[in-house]
């Protein structure tokens, strides 16, 4: 071997990876490994920007809100049936209706919880009467505002936990993604239509772009509202007293908790005048809570909270009364830099402040963000499909992750409608009713993963998008057939908040259309199969192998006298 063949023979040391190609990396399976959560935290999260206009849709019996009620001669006739509704609680609290709220929702500690009971009790009032509800029982919007950060049949403080966990891996995915996109907002303009991976691509960063600021902003706002979880450690350090941290609770919410009762009973002063108080210095429609803390006790507290619509920060701000007279006691309007700086972060996060053009733009960009999360989920498959030596037959890595995808993109939205179209069929007088509206919305969702492991992926896709479609698009017809409030009424009548939610609904069953045509249309690339050379019996080998030898050994004599000759 010469000294050229031994050089050459040298193994080549590994090419250096660029910071480029290890964000991208980790923006790949930061992104994987918690998507299927986030993007059901994402669409979950993007509904509850209408989470009262979903509330008043589920509930169907109360009629349209022209004039919200006043909340001077709302909270004294709720808190009269609330006394015989809740006796002995030494604390319940009342919601007031605003804009987009037309109930009034209360709840209540239970004075004597039965083993296994949650200590509170809730129920919702009609502003008018003052009685609870006489319509169906359900659980409304809240349900996907609440399970967007604590999910659902699991302890809340672990779901808490899992939803901030997540929320940093979207971080991450966000800041890897633009280190890993070099020409990123040139791509912005860039879509190519038919080109498998390059087109999920392309949408990828379209939808990451138009709404980067928002997308960073909601993460980063997201893991601001359950920071007091997630790091304690600073506020441990430095508030070491019972009595400190109480004062700098008071700095982060208006909820002051009820004192010992004196035992000595004194009725309540009239609710009416301590909000009338508050009116006059807020205005009329700016009340947001009314909480009583030991009513019937001399001790008692009465606290009216500013509400948190159409403010640009939700820290505290309440007026605290004397329960017994009327009393004003302290009134809270400012806190500390710290905690406003908190409180404008939260209310980014939870976009009450804005009026309906801006909860709009916050559902659309959050939308975005939804399909920016699917669109990464499906380029994994789509990427990785063209390099299988099988599509037909992945190995079970990819199967799992693309059944996941089906499952957890096309199902979501079939366990969502589900829970709609249970709000309307099962019986009015169904007991834990808003309990089986949720049960309902796990078990059809739950079904679309069985059904995504049993058949074949594209079919898989095009039959749960259409299922999706049609779940969406027979709601309006439902609540026909069901109520008196359909869609030609709301129109007539003035009622945007059913007119707008179903139109939307008939909106996302055209898109579910769409992206079910679009599936069943799509031809994946195949990779093409290297045909093996045919296979030679052994004694065919062995002459090819000594026709070789005697072939070497004739050139090798035929060059010889001329390297001969060549010799100096």
């Known amino acids: 071997m010469t000294a050229i063949d031994k050089k050459d023979s040298k193994p080549s040391k590994p090419a250096v990876r660029g910071i480029r190609q290890t964000m991208s990396d980790l923006h790949i399976w930061a992104g994987l490994l918690v998507g299927w959560i986030l993007y059901a935290m994402f669409l979950t999260g993007t509904v509850s920007y209408f989470k009262e206009e979903i509330s008043q849709w589920m509930r169907p019996e109360l009629a349209h809100q022209a004039v919200v009620p006043d909340a001077a001669e709302v909270a004294p006739r709720v808190a009269q049936v609330l006394e015989q509704v809740a006796p002995g609680s030494n604390q319940w609290s009342l919601g007031m209706p605003d804009a987009r709220n037309n109930v009034v929702s209360a ?19 009609d502003p008018q009467t003052g009685q609870k509800v006489a319509g169906r029982e359900t659980v409304g919007g809240e349900f996907f505002y609440r399970f967007h950060f604590q999910f659902h049949y699991m302890p809340v403080l672990w779901a808490r936990w899992l939803a901030s966990f997540c929320a940093m891996f979207m971080l991450v995915a966000i800041v890897s993604g633009v280190i890993t996109h070099k020409k990123i907002f040139v791509d912005f303009f860039t879509f190519r239509w038919g080109k498998g991976q390059r087109s999920w691509l392309d949408a990828h960063n379209a939808l990451s772009v138009f709404g980067l600021p928002f997308h960073a902003m909601i993460t980063y706002t997201g893991l601001v509202t359950l920071m007091a979880m997630t790091m304690p450690w600073a506020s441990s350090a430095a508030f070491k007293t019972q009595a400190e941290r109480q004062a700098m609770q008071s700095e982060l919410s208006a909820f002051i908790p009820a004192g010992k009762p004196s035992g000595v009973a004194a009725p309540l002063a009239p609710l009416g005048d301590m909000v009338r108080q508050a009116q006059q210095r807020w205005g009329e429609d700016r009340i947001g809570r009314v909480t009583v803390n030991n009513a019937g006790d001399a001790s008692a507290r009465v606290i009216v909270t500013y509400g948190d619509f159409e403010r640009v920060s939700i820290s505290p701000k309440y007026m605290l009364f004397e329960g017994s007279t009327g009393k004003l006691l302290e009134v809270k309007d400012q806190v500390g830099a710290a905690a406003e700086t908190r409180g404008v972060l939260y209310a980014l996060h939870l976009g009450r402040f804005g009026d309906t053009t801006v909860r709009w733009l916050y559902f659309l960009t959050s939308l975005a963000g939804t399909a920016m999360v699917g669109t990464g989920l499906v380029m994994w498959t ?30 979501l939205s079939i366990g969502m409608a589900a829970m709609l179209w249970a709000n309307r069929l099962l019986p009015l007088g169904m007991e834990k009713r808003s309990d089986w509206e949720i049960h309902w919305f796990f078990i059809l969702w739950g079904a679309s993963l069985v059904w995504a492991m049993l058949r074949p992926a594209k079919r898989a896709w095009v039959e749960l998008l259409w299922a999706g479609c049609a779940a969406l698009a027979l709601l309006p017809v439902l609540n026909v057939l069901t109520t008196d409030r359909p869609l030609w009424r709301s129109l007539i009548e003035g009622d945007w908040v059913f007119t707008g939610l179903e139109l939307t609904l008939l909106a996302l069953a055209a898109l579910h259309a769409w992206l079910a045509i679009r599936t069943w249309r799509h031809q994946p690339k195949r990779k093409p199969q290297r045909q093996a050379a045919p296979r030679q019996a052994p004694a065919a080998r062995a002459a090819d192998s000594g026709g070789v030898a005697v072939n070497t050994v004739a050139a090798n004599a035929a060059i010889a006298p001329d390297l001969q000759e060549a010799r100096p």
Not at 107 to 125: C, L, Q, T
Not at 387 to 400: A, E, H, I, T, V
């Open 107 to 125: 709840f209540w500690r239970i004075a004597k919880p039965e083993k296994g009971e949650r200590g509170f009790g809730s129920a919702v009032f």
């Open 382 to 411: 789509v990427k990785r499909r063209t390099k299988l030596p099988n599509p037909d037959k992945p190995y079970f890595g990819f199967w799992l992750v693309e059944r996941l995808n089906i499952a957890a993109i096309a199902g």
